[in-house]
């Protein structure tokens, strides 16, 4: 860590205002520097053990006079002492106390998938407690500095709040700028913090600052990149090495899955001639027709050698199921870049090791050992957790939701999200993507390719680790304000990745944005329902997930009440009133359609009733739909007698939910990707 002397000797390079200062040694000299700098003065210790001086008394403030810096100078040293006995304490910087200002905090730290990212927010001795902070990537653009401001829940008071005059933002922006390019161009710092930044109705001055500098910096893995012919995920036949007989075995289980693929299916093993009803083959290179894509299901220690015989015999891509390389041991890690170089040496690719390999149901493909095949559908999932894998196909089926493609990734030793993202980009059965992420090694290539990927198509992530427990801690404020799961965020809402955080969640996004008017054209929503319960509720979900619940004009009003009734709510939500029958919905999706500039999306609730089937209400959501370009989200709540209604919304791609809190979470989710909207529920 830089003394802060260093520190605001650095700052001024980058020509960001930091105070005059003195080191001194004892207490005569404390008083001469004073005195010099024109008192007030503020005093701190100086000591590589203490990080932050406030703790441990280190710090006076407002020393008006060269008595009191001799006083003050005692006081820091004995309190530092006091602290910690064995700090050492290289002496105490005398520096010229700055006006009193709004304390704003910038910091930096670098992050191990995506690098260097700054941190801004409100800063003091309290920034902790705070936690009113935003973070980019670096590099940002001038306008991304000016969003980060704006970001932050305290920004009123940069602004002008009740009164106040505003803070000189121009020079805050300057200052931000200054700092991220101080940032990146130190390669040797690593992470710091300027804390507190003080902002005044003209200018600013930097308080204090922490720089930490390693010698060390670990590069980010950058690995080349071979793009994988589409052609690989669609193998006319496939062999499967270590096909078993023995149903408590793996290859039983994918030999099992596969039997449903209608091209040529080849068992190997090296004991039998004849699995599940199949002639079996000693080893791959007996098999007498081309084999496209190769399972290899046996013991890690083995698997070389096999790659090795499927490489002569012209496989294109091998899935290896098999356990026990990089995930387990350093010899592991040795075997893995073995397979690798061996499949590079003849062109074939690889899917894991260390996963379950690929499930294409469109194609009747299954190379896992899932329960259950899942069925043919819109959705494509790439998962980092075969669990995961297992428990979502399973559950997909009770839900009725099919998949395009399944793939596990594993150790992603060859192939990694990013080949299979580029895949399923150009697969057409897909018509939306969901991740399930727990690390990424390069960030920003990631970055790059899921963002075209998802100008196309749209992309959901759930990244595990958000809880703070077992992060590191940290040495400066930024790498406690900031985790590793925010940098993601960021990373996400940058690159147009919707970010939710649990699978139903990721699932219903799927859902939505798989129809092709995909992202509502803004945030302006309206609702119609015929219970007034879930009017009500509907507005506080709205509210808690950013969604705007428009005021109806007069003249809606007034052709609305043309045919309602004369108790309806005459607002938005817009109650329909228990009795709501077919034909009362369908005039006001009339109105509503015909004011379709006045908002974005609508949400139509609905609930079980005698006056009106769910399929009635289906398909007047459907004329709906047809008749405006604005998007529509259905949710219609209740048991089993809503599901012909719910049934007809899916065949027409139309969203339908089941639970409201879900309908506007998700929403929330995709508005605050697209338009950065905040509110309390999406935190
Ligand atoms: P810490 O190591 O505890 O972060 P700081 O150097 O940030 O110590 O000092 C603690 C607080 O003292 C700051 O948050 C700021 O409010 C005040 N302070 C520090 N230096 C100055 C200064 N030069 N002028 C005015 N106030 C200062
Ligand atoms: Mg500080």
Redesign the pocket.
């Known amino acids: 860590m830089l003394t802060?002397a260093e520190g605001y000797d650095l700052l001024r390079k980058y020509d960001i205002p930091v105070?005059q200062y003195n080191i001194v040694k004892n207490g005569e000299d404390a008083a001469t520097a004073a005195e010099r700098m024109g008192c007030p003065v503020?005093m701190?210790i100086i000591s590589p053990q203490i990080?932050?001086?406030?703790?441990a008394g280190g710090?006076i403030?407002g020393i008006g006079s060269r008595k009191a810096a001799l006083g003050a100078f005692t006081k820091i040293i004995d309190s530092a002492k006091e602290y910690n006995p064995d700090a050492e304490i290289e002496g105490v910087i005398v520096?010229?106390?700055?006006e009193p200002g709004l304390?704003l905090i910038i910091g930096g730290r670098t992050d191990p998938a995506f690098g260097k990212v700054i941190t801004f927010g409100m800063g003091?001795?309290m920034v902790e407690l705070m936690k009113d902070v935003t973070l980019r990537i670096l590099p940002v653009s001038e306008e991304e500095i000016r969003q980060m401001i704006r970001d932050i829940n305290a920004y009123p008071l940069i602004a002008g709040y009740r009164g106040s005059k505003p803070r000189d933002e121009e020079e805050l922006v300057r200052i931000i700028g200054n700092v991220a390019r101080f940032f990146m161009e130190s390669e040797n710092v690593v992470e710091f913090d300027v804390?507190?930044l003080r902002l005044y109705e003209n200018g600013a001055c930097a308080?204090?600052a922490r720089i930490i500098v390693s010698d060390e910096i670990q590069a980010i893995e950058k690995k080349e990149r071979i793009p994988v012919p589409m052609e690989f995920f669609t193998p006319r036949s496939i062999a499967v090495v270590g096909a078993s007989q023995d149903s408590t075995k793996m290859g039983y289980a994918v030999m099992h899955n596969l039997l449903h693929f209608p091209g040529q299916l080849y068992p190997v093993n090296n004991k039998r001639s004849e699995i599940q009803g199949l002639k079996a083959y000693h080893s791959v290179t007996e098999i007498p027709a081309p084999v496209d894509l190769a399972v290899i299901t046996v013991p890690a220690i083995h698997v070389p050698r096999i790659v090795e015989e499927c490489g002569k015999k012209g496989v294109s891509m091998a899935v290896v199921i098999t356990a026990g390389f990089k995930e387990m041991s350093e010899e592991g890690k040795i075997l893995e870049e073995r397979i690798v170089s061996i499949a590079k040496g003849y062109g074939m690719r690889i899917i894991g090791p260390n996963c379950l390999g690929l499930i294409v149901p469109p194609r009747g493909i299954d190379t896992t050992y899932v329960h259950q095949s899942p069925k043919p559908g819109n959705i494509a999932f790439l998962s980092q957790s075969g669990a995961i894998i297992n428990t979502v196909v399973d559950w997909s089926l009770a839900k009725n939701i099919g998949f395009s493609n399944v793939i596990s990734v594993g150790n992603q030793a060859d192939l990694n999200f990013l080949d299979y993202l580029r895949y399923v980009e150009k697969d057409p059965k897909t018509k939306a993507i969901i991740m399930y992420i727990e690390q990424i090694t390069d960030g920003k290539t990631f970055m790059e390719v899921v963002s075209e990927v998802a100008k196309t198509k749209p992309v959901i992530a759930i990244k595990s680790g958000s809880s703070r427990k077992g992060q590191a801690a940290s040495a400066s404020h930024t790498g406690s304000l900031s985790g590793s799961y925010d940098v993601y965020m960021e990373a996400f809402r940058k690159s147009g990745v919707i970010a939710v955080h649990t699978l139903t969640g990721a699932f219903l996004a799927a859902q939505m944005l798989a129809h092709p008017k995909r992202y509502p054209k803004g945030k302006r929503a309206v609702v119609v329902t015929n219970a007034g319960g879930f009017a009500v509720l509907s507005s506080d979900y709205a509210e808690r997930y950013g969604i705007e619940i428009i005021d109806l004009p007069q003249d809606v009003i007034d052709e609305l009440n043309a045919f309602l009734p004369e108790f309806w709510n005459k607002g938005n939500p817009i109650d329909l009133l228990g009795d709501a029958s077919e034909s009362r919905f369908e005039k006001t999706f009339e109105v509503l359609a015909k004011h379709g500039e006045l908002w974005d999306m609508a949400f139509i609730v609905s609930f079980p009733n005698l006056v009106l089937t769910s399929e009635q209400m289906a398909k007047q959501i459907l004329k709906f739909s047809a008749r405006t370009e604005n998007r529509l989200i259905a949710t219609l709540l209740g048991g089993d007698s809503m599901d012909v209604g719910r049934e007809i919304l899916k065949e027409h791609s139309i969203p339908s939910f089941d639970e409201l809190d879900f309908t506007y979470r998700v929403m929330g989710r995709v508005l605050w990707q697209k338009f950065r909207v905040k509110a309390p529920g999406l935190l």
Do not use: F, M
Not at 51 to 55: A, L, T
Not at 95 to 98: F, M, S, V
């Open positions: 802060e105070p503020v701190k990080v932050h001086k406030s703790d710090v403030v520096e010229q106390q700055a304390e003091g001795t804390n507190p308080v204090d």
